[in-house]
């Protein structure tokens, strides 16, 4: 009997313990590693190597959108809605940051895709920077393989997370501003903390009557952020829940690398790598760019500048010393942009290189 299958047929409840104390071991070995992000990074690789392995737990929706509109909310307590005005005044650095990350990966799209190197306009989905679960379900009414779009999308973010958290190790994690030792259950105010909780359920369900793409994340975000500004709420998240919020999104990524979907992606594996690689590298250079023409320092500028992953990239800036308005505000105002741009995008690129689309995708 194979690894794979000998996991699988394990019981559910045996599966959710494994799944449980491969996180809870890789989590430990990343805080004791001084790791950015290590409760999410931790919780992302078990999770990877339990479903490749055969388990198949599957998160429930629930839980996932909860630690969405948490986190979210998270972000709304360090990011003040006088951003806005900064995104206002500061409406060139903004444009050029995002523009340049969206035309760098379109261009990387279209060369994948003029050269036929992944079906359709798989690579043109694949290489869209930001809101990869929205770009995933979108991808397959535009002709593209949802399946490689997927693994394009949330290994890429994985490996965003991974340079991000490598980065913000050399750049951000030093012994004059390592985090103190976390204390696990303080105090909680409760009502602040039932006030958060509220926002982080109510926030998900607004966005999805509005049917808002990336609203778990983006709605609580807003509103959090308002709310807070105007003094009407204070935002409360203790330490273990935010670690149970953290584990939730890693384990959200992390499953869907399954083995069946490994296999599929396997001869076009190397590409996909090269593309990503490539992708992250001139994104890179969009950093630099930041940090020599507008001073931002250079752990900020790539934070700001690394191509999806909105909700880890805000965990790995809230466990750094950067400018996490600044960060949030390009990643926030970025997310936006490609939800609007990459249907836009993928019908003028298929167009000009011939790509066929499904009729209910033309114009």
């Known amino acids: ?100 990350v969206v035309a760098v990966s379109s261009f990387l799209g279209w060369i994948m895709t003029r050269l036929q190197m992944l079906p ?82 109510l926030g998900p369900m607004i966005a999805r009557r509005l049917n808002l793409p990336a609203g778990a994340f983006l709605v609580p975000l807003v509103i959090g952020a308002v709310l807070s500004h105007f003094g009407l709420m204070q935002i409360e998240q203790p330490p273990w829940l935010l670690a149970g919020c953290y584990t939730m999104i890693g384990w959200n990524i992390g499953l869907r690398f399954t083995r069946p979907l490994l296999i599929h992606a396997a001869k076009a594996l190397p590409r996909i790598l090269f593309c990503i690689f490539i992708m992250i590298s001139l994104c890179g250079g969009v950093a630099v760019m930041l940090v020599m023409v507008a001073k931002v320092d250079p752990l900020t500028a790539y934070l700001a500048t690394s191509p999806g992953g909105a909700d880890s990239i805000a965990i790995i800036a809230a466990s750094s010393n950067v400018d996490v308005p600044f960060v949030m505000a390009m990643q926030t105002v970025r997310m936006i942009a490609v939800l609007i741009l990459a249907p836009i995008l993928t019908k003028f690129i298929a167009q000009r290189v011939d790509v066929p689309l499904p009729p209910e995708a033309k114009p």
């Not at 986190?71 to 990011?79: D, H, Q, R, T, Y």
């Not at 951000?172 to 602040?192: C, K």
């Open 120 to 201: 359709g306009t798989t690579a043109l989905w694949g290489t869209s920077p930001g809101a990869a679960s929205v770009m995933t379900l979108m991808a397959e009414a535009y002709g593209a393989d949802p399946r490689l779009v997927a693994i394009m999308q949330y290994l890429r973010v994985l490996m965003v997370a991974a340079v991000a958290a490598a980065v913000a190790r050399i750049f951000g994690i030093t012994p004059t501003h390592q985090a103190a030792e976390i204390v696990w259950f303080p105090p909680i105010a409760w009502l602040p903390f039932i006030e958060t909780v509220a926002l982080a359920v």
């Open 1 to 100: 009997m194979t690894k794979r299958s000998a996991l699988g047929s394990l019981p559910p409840a045996a599966q959710w313990t494994v799944l449980i104390a491969a996180s809870l071991a890789m989590a430990a070995l990343m805080v004791h590693l001084h790791a950015p992000a290590a409760l999410l990074l931790g919780p992302l690789l078990a999770s990877i190597a339990v479903a490749t392995a055969g388990t198949r737990v599957n998160l429930p929706l629930s839980p996932f959108v909860f630690a969405q509109g948490m986190v979210g909310s998270m972000i709304a307590k360090m990011v003040p809605i006088s951003i806005v005005g900064d995104v206002v005044s500061h409406w060139v650095l903004f444009s050029t940051g995002v523009l340049s």
